[in-house]
């Protein structure tokens, strides 16, 4: 019992965090390279300028992960440096890179999971109204295809868009990620209902003109809520606060899952929204309900709840002293057993988990090596939670640890390290952390020896 033999074990990363080369080989400009220029944007002014270096170094860093026995690699495509006006004129460049990373992993046996949208989005699309925009579904659509065209030949597992939970609150509604716009929540829903119309077009996409029979998902955030005790009620109340709405909540895993993998909006989030939805049109909910394979989630924590009166969902508040991580993020392994569970029991479909880890306070130690007991600790505990739910009946197909390497944190810069290896961003230096080598074990022995 355990995972199944077939469970694709990985490390994801995405462009802008590690890739670097920001303005070279015609590659256009993002909303978080303009983003990164505001005074104040990102902690201590840091920039995705150079980042790892990823771009000149891909060879070094694929090296690694063969050393480290990764199996498969979750990694985005940066717009931008495809589409420099993000529709229209292709830059061969760019896509030249993307050509000999994935041949790279190939010839090194390591499958890659390509996420076609994390977050870098051309800034020339920005100023033709972004996702706020109605045809902005079918630029990502236009995107979609020119990247299909060029690698399905050998690259045949997709996800469309990371967490637009975060993108589109974040960087639409509450201002602190690119693009930094604090809208309305009228039109920060109507950005996202364009995300959702992009999802399904670019599954449309990929199905059309993929060469390779292929598989398709997406990696929204898992939000989850967990139960305070095994009891029937208090699962039922972890349920409902994981899909249910108290208020108008867009954080919620609903209401950006539900028309993906249902075809329909939440009925709860649409009464909670109501006075700020957007016009939908005649077949929005059919294009975006396209046939998909899997179901990629990010988990990084939950919620403790029990069930109050009448079965109402309570928060039980965390501990003084509870433990977590360098970004202050709580530890609560039981996520990862109760995620998968929940969003296996909704949606029926596998579930992928595309991002799981945690920053820490990790240096590179007098012996040279980078010690991190915690976040092996970290994973051991979360991982032994997701082989439960698989031993439990759950169909989970993959685990993609966050992150390859420590990389630009977005808004808080490099302060926070969430990598399996560390770069010393002064010299570049890769150096593989200790949970690197355990991670190695954990997938030699397909999760043996948690
Ligand atoms: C997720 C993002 C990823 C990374 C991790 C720590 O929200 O998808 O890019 O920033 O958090």
């Known amino acids: 019992m355990g995972f199944k033999e077939d469970f694709v074990w990985g490390s994801a990363t ?6 670097g080369a920001a303005f070279e080989d015609g590659k256009g400009l993002s909303v978080w390279d303009t983003c990164c220029k505001r005074p104040g944007f990102v902690k201590h002014g840091h920039t995705g300028n150079v980042a790892c270096d990823h771009y000149h170094r891909y060879k070094e860093d694929v ?54 949208f994390h977050w870098d989005y051309p800034q020339e699309l920005y100023k033709k109204g972004g996702w706020l925009n109605r045809d902005s579904s079918n630029w990502f659509a ?3 295809k020119v990247i299909v065209d060029r690698l399905s030949d050998r690259v045949n597992h997709w996800m469309t868009e990371n967490e637009p939970q975060c993108y589109i609150n974040l960087g639409h509604g509450e201002g602190t990620h690119a693009p930094g716009l604090k809208l309305d929540l009228s039109d920060v829903l109507l950005a996202g209902h364009n995300s959702l119309l992009g999802h399904g077009k670019a599954v449309q996409t990929i199905r059309k003109y993929s060469k390779l029979d ?34 108008p909540n867009l954080w919620n895993a609903a209401w950006w899952i539900d028309p993906a993998y249902l075809g329909h909006y939440p009925e709860e989030g649409l009464k909670a929204f109501e006075k700020w939805m ?45 433990p977590e991580t360098a970004i202050k993020w709580p530890v609560t392994p039981e996520a990862l057993y109760w995620a998968p569970k929940f969003f296996y029991d909704r949606y029926k479909k596998p579930i992928v988990i595309t991002e799981n880890g945690m920053s820490g306070l990790d240096w590179v130690s007098l012996d040279g090596k980078v010690h991190d007991p915690q976040r092996i600790d970290y994973l051991n505990r979360y991982l032994k ?16 640890c ?21 770069v010393d961003y002064e010299t570049q230096k890769r150096t593989i952390k200790d949970s690197g080598y355990w991670y190695k074990q954990v997938m030699e022995t397909n999760g043996e020896n948690l």
């Open 14 to 19: 995405a462009a802008y965090q590690i890739e």
């Open 402 to 422: 966050w992150s390859l390497m420590d990389n630009f944190e977005w808004a808080e810069g490099y302060g926070e390290r969430f990598g399996l290896i560390h």
């Open 214 to 247: 292929c598989e398709i998902g997406y990696a929204p955030i898992g939000v989850v809520s967990f139960p305070d005790t095994n009891s029937k009620e208090d699962i039922e109340a972890a349920r409902k606060a994981t899909f249910g709405f108290d208020g």
């Open 385 to 400: 939670e997701y082989k439960r739910a698989a031993e439990d009946g759950v169909d989970a197909k993959g685990y993609f």
């Open 142 to 144: 236009e995107y979609t």
């Open 278 to 322: 957007p016009k939908i049109g005649a077949n929005d909910m059919e294009t975006i309900h396209q046939p998909v394979d899997f179901l990629g989630i990010n988990v990084y924590q939950g919620g403790r709840v029990r069930a109050g009166v009448s079965g109402k969902p309570e928060v039980v508040e965390l501990k003084a002293g509870y």
């Open 63 to 116: 090296k690694l992960m063969k050393e480290m026995g990764l199996k498969a690699y979750r990694m985005s495509i940066s717009w931008p440096r495809i589409l420099p006006d993000g529709i229209g004129k292709i830059n061969e460049k760019g896509l030249d890179f993307y050509d000999k990373l994935v041949d790279e992993l190939l010839q090194n046996g390591i499958t890659p999971y390509i996420t076609l």
